[in-house]
C-alpha cells in the first residue's frame, strides 16, 4: 500500500491568513492526488484532482501543486466557511487518503 | 441531477455481516462511465476506501478489507450494495458511496479508480453485543 503522511495534522489561523498543508507519499505517485474538504458533520468534497486541478466552482483561492511524492494545498486567503479538515488521496493504483488535517480560526 | 442514498441497519452485533445499499438517481449505473464506490470513517477517524465496482467488468478493493467484502449490483434498481462479513467493534464507521472516476495506466489497457466525485450523505453502522 502506499501510505500518505499529511502535515500538520491540525493548525489554528486567522481571517486572511495564507495556509498550507503538506501530503508525502511512501512512493512516487506522479501527479495522481487529489484533496478533499470535510466540513464537520458534513459529506467529503473534491476539491483538486491531479494535484492541481480545480474542480468546477471550487473558489480561486484554494490551489494545488506538486509531483512525485510530495505535494502542497494552499489557501491564499482563509475565509470562515474554510474551516474543515482537509484530506489528501493518492490514486496509483488502490487509493489511500491520508489522516486528516483539522483547520481551526485562531 | 445525480445522487447517491446509503441504506441498511444501523446497529449489528460482532460476527454479523454488514449489508448496505447505495441508490444512485439521476443516472444509470450500467450505462455511466465510472467506477461505483464504498469508503468508511470512524467516528472522530479518517477516510478509508473500502471497494471500487466497474459495472460488469472491474472490482479493486482495499486489501486489509479484500477477504470480508463483496459488492454487488441491482440494474432494476439502479443500486449497488456491499457486504461485509465478520464484523467487529473495528468496523463502526459512517460509510459513504460513492461515484469514483477512473483513469488508465501507462500501457493503455487497465483502468484504475480515481477521484470520489460525488458522494452520499452517510449512514452510521455500529458494532457492537
Known amino acids: 500500500d502506499i501510505q500518505m503522511t499529511q502535515s500538520p495534522s491540525s493548525l489554528s489561523a486567522s481571517v486572511g491568513d495564507r495556509v498550507t498543508i503538506t501530503c508525502q507519499a511512501s512512493?512516487?505517485?506522479?501527479?495522481?492526488l487529489n484533496w478533499y474538504q470535510q466540513k464537520p458533520g458534513k459529506t467529503p468534497k473534491l476539491l483538486i484532482s491531479a494535484a492541481s486541478t480545480l474542480e468546477t466552482g471550487v473558489p480561486a483561492r484554494f490551489s494545488g501543486s506538486g509531483s512525485g511524492t510530495d505535494f502542497t494545498f494552499t489557501i491564499s486567503s482563509l475565509q470562515p466557511e474554510d474551516i474543515a479538515t482537509y484530506y489528501c488521496?493518492?490514486?496509483?493504483?488502490?487509493?489511500?487518503f491520508g489522516q486528516g488535517t483539522r483547520l481551526e480560526l485562531k | 441531477q445525480l445522487q447517491l442514498q446509503e441504506s441498511g441497519p444501523g446497529l449489528l452485533k460482532p460476527s454479523e455481516t454488514l449489508s448496505l445499499t447505495c441508490t444512485v438517481s439521476g443516472a444509470s449505473i450500467s450505462t455511466s462511465h465510472y467506477y461505483w464506490a464504498w469508503i468508511r470513517q470512524p467516528p472522530g477517524k479518517g477516510l478509508e476506501w473500502i471497494a471500487s465496482?466497474?459495472?460488469?467488468?472491474?472490482?479493486y478493493y482495499n486489501p486489509s478489507l479484500e477477504s470480508r467484502v463483496t459488492i454487488s449490483v441491482d440494474t432494476s434498481k439502479n443500486h449497488f450494495s456491499l457486504r461485509l462479513r465478520s464484523v467487529t467493534a473495528a468496523d463502526t464507521a459512517l460509510y459513504y458511496c460513492?461515484?469514483?472516476?477512473?483513469?488508465?495506466?501507462?500501457?493503455?489497457?487497465?483502468?484504475?479508480?480515481?477521484?470520489?466525485?460525488?458522494w452520499g450523505q452517510g449512514v452510521l453502522v455500529t458494532v457492537s453485543s
Open positions: 512512493q512516487d505517485i506522479l501527479n495522481y
Open positions: 488521496q493518492q490514486y496509483d493504483h488502490l487509493p489511500t
Open positions: 465496482h466497474y459495472y460488469a467488468a472491474n472490482t
Open positions: 460513492a461515484r469514483n472516476t477512473y483513469y488508465y495506466d501507462s500501457s493503455g489497457v487497465y483502468q484504475h479508480p480515481a477521484s470520489f466525485d460525488y
